[in-house]
């Protein structure tokens, strides 16, 4: 079974702290990607990669970073955290090009700013 | 942005019924899936129907796919307490690389 681990549950931060959101996955996975989830927006996509250091911007990109240095891990960064950042962050993976494309998600974290 | 939307947002029913989700959609997509997102967790992938399929089984879920309206329905049979959830279907288009398309969801509550 693929498994997708993030790296805190649950994470509280003051406003304007940097802050590290990290995800791994175990299945050699090419892409991998970061949500944040919100009542009444469903999932919205921030980032993407489909390989390493490789990145592509999703939905929402503006106040956040990515890097990957490793295939099999993924990190999203909060230059500065605000409060309208506040929200629950799913990380997934999936097979390449090639397909099928069904991803595989993290339990979440939810990150708190205050 | 979101493309597939999700009718009804919340669902109620009694265990042992049948529960039906519907999925609408705008563009044209590659294949259509159907998750399925325990409360405060991660998401887990149910079922994949790709384009040039109607109808696919997984155990209790049906699901159906009608290009023509670009619409989809997820049925789940003889619903059980576990099934509360929320379910999403997701669209892979066929001009978005690998990302996938969510919908806002649908709250399924299945009552004992």
């Known amino acids: 079974d693929v498994k997708v681990t993030q790296s805190s549950r649950y994470l509280v931060k003051r406003t304007g702290e940097k802050v590290f959101l990290e995800c791994v996955q175990d299945?050699?996975?090419?892409?991998m990607f970061w949500y944040r989830q919100d009542p009444g927006l469903g999932l919205r996509l921030i980032y993407f990669?489909?390989?390493?250091?490789?990145?592509e911007k999703g939905d929402i990109p503006e106040g956040y970073s990515v890097s990957r240095e490793k295939k099999e891990r993924f990190s999203l960064i909060l230059e500065s955290a605000s409060t309208n950042q506040t929200s629950m962050y799913l990380c997934?993976?999936?097979?390449?090009?090639?397909?099928?494309?069904?991803?595989?998600f993290g339990p979440g974290t939810r990150l708190t700013v205050t | 942005s979101q493309q597939g939307e999700e009718d009804p947002q919340a669902l109620s029913i009694q265990e042992g019924e049948n529960a039906t989700m519907n999925c609408s959609y705008k563009?044209?997509?590659?294949?259509l899936q159907w998750y399925r997102q325990n409360s405060g967790r991660g998401l887990v992938h149910l079922i994949l129907?790709?384009?040039?399929?109607r109808e696919k089984h997984s155990g209790r879920l049906r699901v159906t796919l009608d290009t023509s309206k670009k619409s989809s329905s997820l049925l789940i049979t003889a619903s059980r307490a576990a099934d509360t959830a929320s379910y999403f279907c997701?669209?892979?288009?066929?001009?978005?690389?690998?990302?996938?398309?969510f919908g806002g969801g649908t709250r399924l509550m299945v009552k004992p």
């Open positions: 129907i790709r384009s040039n399929e």
């Open positions: 563009t044209s997509i590659n294949n």
């Open positions: 990669s489909y390989d390493v250091k490789m990145k």
């Open positions: 299945m050699d996975h090419e892409n």
């Open positions: 997701a669209t892979k288009n066929n001009n978005a690389g690998n990302m996938l398309t």
């Open positions: 997934a993976s999936s097979l390449g090009w090639r397909g099928p494309y069904e991803q595989y």
